[in-house]
């Protein structure tokens, strides 16, 4: 029998009509004659409301605790799904992260998955169970201390399930149709991609695609396992994200995101260690840094701008206001009002003149490039953030990847 991994994303379980039409499909997928892993989020807006209650009674909320909050919101789907299952006179066994096996690093709210111990699943599977396992959290082995995976993170558990369990395919059920060339709630015409590569599909949710969550889509190319992103709403043929695709535009899609704020450095001397001394403790705090563009410098000085999680913005201020004091640097400003747009495809390795016609789109529609980065598949330009909804219909425009008109 093959195993079928699918996973059901908020919207999809937000409430108890969803949850029953899912376990209809769950229920259908089982009958087929498969063997079916479930991995459910939480219900609707759950664990945003959770982090809303989180912050009323603590301006900065401790990891643990905050762990312990939000895994309480997969706990709730994953029983209302074992129930529904049940309902429909179908075997089925919900486990948290931590009963499945999923263990991982003691990070809490951004832990990783370094094994899966999947006994309990494989036992129930064999018992002629559908097993209900909760999205987005593990146990830490050592600490024994609950974890969660961080935002979007039930993508990464079904992946990584899949792979632990060697399914034959993972199920990615969403609110939309699959994988597209662009938001369409911004661009009209936005065609949805019958496949893509995983290299391609890292990039694109790397870059803003809220689709899939970029850690699900290495555990997918790491381990060759083909990930059907598709609608819940609908049996219709979503996106393939697998390893060889069968067309091979030059690009794929484009993509935006409006989470990152930019950190610039002024007036910083110009000499060997300085970019060593600002990024080294914004590492050692964990604070990821996205772009980065050192300016030519006059007067043996130079700016310094980075990028970095709107939400760690503040904590990178601090860190980059104390380098800036003992490099007697200039003052640091944090400039909220950014987005970032990109542009991937693999096609660009072997066509030239790519980045030439990002460039002359935007700079046709009058908005400015405040930086720049680039992949051998993807160009990101850092533009002002008003402008962005704009940015991604220009570009979208300019490589013709709508939907052509019959
Ligand atoms: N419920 C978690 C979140 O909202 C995890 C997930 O949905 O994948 O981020
Ligand atoms: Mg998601």
């Known amino acids: 029998m093959s195993i079928v991994v699918q996973k059901y994303g908020g919207t999809s379980v937000a409430d108890p009509e969803r949850i029953s039409r899912v376990a209809d499909r769950i229920v259908a997928t089982r009958r087929a004659g498969n063997d079916v892993v479930v991995v459910v ?3 609707g807006h759950t664990t945003d409301e959770l982090i809303e209650l989180a912050h009323a009674v603590n301006p900065d909320p401790p990891g643990r605790e905050m762990d312990m909050l939000l895994t309480a919101g997969e706990r709730i789907s994953m029983a209302l799904m074992a129930m529904a299952i049940q309902a429909r006179g179908v075997e089925a066994v919900s486990f948290t992260g931590s009963q499945a096996g999923i263990l991982t690093d003691a990070s809490h709210g951004s832990a990783k998955i370094q094994e899966i111990r999947g006994t309990r699943v494989t036992d129930a599977l064999q018992a002629g169970k559908v097993v209900i396992v909760a999205g987005f959290q593990g146990v830490d082995p050592q600490g024994k201390e609950v974890t969660t995976l961080g935002r979007g993170g039930s993508d990464a558990t079904a992946v990584a399930l899949a792979a632990a369990l060697k399914a034959s395919v993972c199920e990615i059920y ?3 149709d699959g994988v597209f060339t662009a938001d369409p709630r911004i661009v009209g015409n936005a065609r949805k991609l019958d496949e893509i590569s995983f290299e391609e599909m890292l990039e694109l949710a790397a870059s803003g695609a809220g689709v899939l969550m970029s850690r699900s889509v290495e555990f997918g190319r790491r381990f060759n396992i083909p990930i059907h992103v598709r ?4 049996d219709n043929p979503g996106t393939w994200v697998k390893e060889q695709t069968m067309e091979q535009a030059i690009i794929s899609g484009v993509a935006h995101d409006r989470s990152e704020a930019k950190v610039t450095v002024r007036h910083v001397p110009d000499r060997p260690g300085v970019a060593a001394s600002l990024f080294t403790p914004l590492a050692e705090a964990d604070i990821d840094v996205d772009m980065i563009v050192q300016n030519v410098s006059s007067d043996g000085h130079t700016d310094i701008s980075f990028t970095v999680a709107k939400d760690a913005a503040d904590r990178a201020r601090a860190i980059a206001e104390k380098v800036a004091a003992e490099l007697e640097a200039g003052e640091v400003d944090v ?13 660009m390795k072997s066509h030239p003149g790519v980045a030439a016609k990002v460039f002359q789109a935007l700079a046709a529609a009058g908005i400015n490039v405040e930086m720049i980065s680039t992949s051998t598949i993807r160009i990101s330009c850092v533009i002002r953030e008003d402008r962005v909804e704009e940015a991604v219909r220009v570009l979208h425009d300019a490589f013709e990847l709508g939907e052509v008109p019959a």
């Open 231 to 234: 609608s819940s709403f609908n």
């Open 174 to 176: 969403t609110d939309v």
């Open 335 to 347: 400039d909220e009002g950014i987005a970032k747009v990109s542009l991937v495809g693999a096609g």
């Open 41 to 43: 989020s939480a219900m």
